[in-house]
């Protein structure tokens, strides 16, 4: 039985949930790899509607034991308020797990994301504002305090007490802002350290010992790929890599032992934040696509950009995942759409080009170049059968696998489970 890790790719908010949601129903693990709580993950199922930003998505099921990879940076407030959620609703949360090298995003990370977004003025990048950059930027710098530090409460206080110290200059020295309380930000963390305690574990154990045993194990990712800060659109990036290959440098499963790679996609394209987006659309009809699908952040509500396909961005992370398939979501959005546009090529500074530039101000250059195709004009969302999909609905289906160089094997039509068409398995 495999490992999985299922990717974004695009610029995030692709469905990942939604498609984790479903897989783990054979899963035995759930892990989290990246990012923080800047991801917003939807998840609508027999339990109702949640919005996670932490937690794995393979929660709903008691069976799954979901684990928050060192690769991610935990919040501990958002972990206890989403916990606390899921409690309250009914969910058992016995089997969540933290690794105790996952790095903490601390009170000074949010202080210094929203300062350092002020100081950017007009060439803001549009963060979430959660502190995760900064938090990311500090394992780096081995600033960081990670998740086991917290029960150890002398060593805490004296790594604390450290960092803190530089935290402050930096933030009254360059930001002119006001320092943090050592005391208050130390009695507040004990305090999670306690609500915590249960949850924080050496994970790889567990991971590998499930490796062993043949049970299905998901990696699910963050944002997306076109965020990643080496191949996404930098510096209007995410600051953890949301790729596949950092599934096993967040979780620690060894690469030898991932079979599969999906790739999640939305049947068009949406972005939050600033930075290029060739497809992106400024008239009505992505006024129109954004209101039916209702594209506003999960995390920070803030309208989403729409655009049509990008099968040059697809092809492209598509290759740097290595993805082995895809799942296509919100197909639904489109069944009232006469003509739809994918864009299969670039034009940049006069020329046809078929590949992503690397650099933010080519790409930012770069007109579409659009193949049409006809819509199917028919509601999608209670088919369940591949072969039941209107025939235009499928020829847009597969014209984005040849154009992507890979097989679709799930197609969403629609938020909730069932409205899921498998059209080849994923493994
Ligand atoms: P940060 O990750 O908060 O530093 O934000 C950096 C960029 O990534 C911004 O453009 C955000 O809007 C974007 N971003 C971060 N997380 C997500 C996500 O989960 N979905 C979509 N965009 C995201």
């Known amino acids: 039985m ?14 990942k949930g939604k498609v984790i949601d479903q ?23 027999p339990h109702g509607e949640f919005k996670l930003h932490l ?21 501990p407030a958002v972990f206890l308020k989403e916990k606390a959620q899921l409690e309250k609703r009914g969910l058992g949360t016995g089997n969540l797990f933290i690794s105790d090298r996952a790095n903490l995003v601390m009170p000074y990370h949010r202080l210094q ?13 549009g963060t979430t504002h959660r502190g995760i950059g900064p938090a990311f930027a500090d394992k780096a710098a081995r600033l960081g305090i990670r998740a086991g530090e917290l029960m150890d409460k002398d060593a805490f206080r004296e790594r604390l007490g450290s960092v803190l110290e530089y935290k402050n200059r930096l933030l009254t020295k360059v930001y002119e802002a006001e320092p943090l309380s050592f005391d208050e930000v130390f009695e507040q963390y004990m305090g999670y350290a306690e609500l915590l305690a249960p949850h924080i574990k050496e994970t790889t154990a567990m991971l590998e010992m499930a490796a062993r045993e043949d049970k299905v194990i998901l990696l699910e990712g963050a944002q997306g790929t ?37 790739g999640v996609y939305k049947a068009y394209c949406t972005r939050v934040g600033a930075g290029p987006m060739p497809t992106e659309l400024h008239d009505e009809t992505g006024d129109f696509i954004r209101n039916r699908a209702g594209e506003f952040g999960t995390t920070t509500g803030r309208p989403r950009r729409i655009g049509w396909f990008d099968a040059v961005a697809a092809r492209f992370t598509r290759r740097v995942n290595g993805l082995t398939g895809t799942a296509i979501t919100r197909l639904d959005i489109l069944d009232v759409m006469p003509r739809l546009n994918v864009c299969v090529a670039y034009r940049l500074d006069g020329k046809i080009i078929d590949y992503f530039p690397a650099d933010a101000a080519a790409l930012e250059r770069c007109q579409p170049v659009y193949e049409e195709l006809e819509g199917w004009l028919t509601d999608t969302s209670a088919v369940r059968d591949y072969e039941k999909l209107p025939l235009k609905a499928r020829k847009y289906l597969e014209r984005m696998e040849e154009l992507m160089l890979c097989p679709v094997n799930l197609v969403c039509a629609g938020p909730a489970r069932e409205q899921t068409i498998t059209k080849t398995p994923v493994w």
Not at 7 to 12: D, N, S
Not at 113 to 125: F, Q, S, T, V
Not at 254 to 259: I, L
Request: charged share 15%; hydrophobic share 40%.
């Open 113 to 125: 994301d929203n300062l350092e977004e002020k100081a950017r003025g007009g060439k803001a990048l």
């Open 226 to 262: 076109l965020l990643d800060p080496d191949f996404g659109t930098y510096p209007f990036c995410s600051s953890s890599s949301p790729l596949a290959a950092n599934g096993c440098l967040g979780s620690g499963i060894g690469p030898t032992d991932v079979d599969c790679v999906l």
């Open 2 to 15: 495999p490992v999985i890790a299922a990717v974004g790719g695009q610029w995030g908010d692709e469905g």
């Open 55 to 75: 937690i794995p998505a393979g929660i709903f099921y008691p069976h799954v034991v979901c684990v928050i990879g060192n690769g991610v940076v935990v919040n």
């Open 23 to 45: 897989l783990a129903e054979a899963a035995q693990l759930v892990v989290r790899f990246s990012g923080g709580d800047n991801a917003g993950h939807t998840v609508i199922n």
